[in-house]
Nanobody, 116 residues
């Protein structure tokens, strides 16, 4: 029923930028807080940023000042603007509902690779 489809990942050089998108369906999108997560090979999935139904945002310390989470409720889309990318940002990025009791099955994610 609920679908979350991520896109926008790419191979970029350190210092570059990307914007990720997550299109949601099967929910009343505007009512839910949302989050971006990432998982690097050998690592656990970690929370990157969250945005409330009222657009209040929180960020992991590792990305604060570089990433911006936003949403367009009319387009049922969540975004993650990533600037000043570092190799340690390399991961598969996923979106999901927040808080945890609202979370759905994980989608395929989108690969972000930061390398020279």
């Amino acid at each position: 029923q609920v679908q979350l489809v991520e896109s926008g990942g790419d191979l970029v050089q350190p210092g570059g930028s990307l914007r990720l998108s997550c299109v949601a369906s099967g929910i009343t999108f505007s009512l839910y807080a949302m989050g971006w997560y990432r998982q690097a090979p050998g690592n656990e999935r970690e929370l990157v940023a969250t945005i409330g139904s009222g657009s209040s945002a929180k960020y992991a310390d590792s990305v604060k000042g570089r990433f911006t989470i936003s949403r367009d409720n009319a387009k049922r889309t969540l975004y993650l603007q990533m600037n000043s990318l570092k190799p340690e940002d390399t991961a598969v990025y996923y979106c999901n509902l927040e808080p945890s009791y609202n979370r759905q099955s994980w989608g395929q994610g989108t690969q972000v690779t930061v390398s020279s």
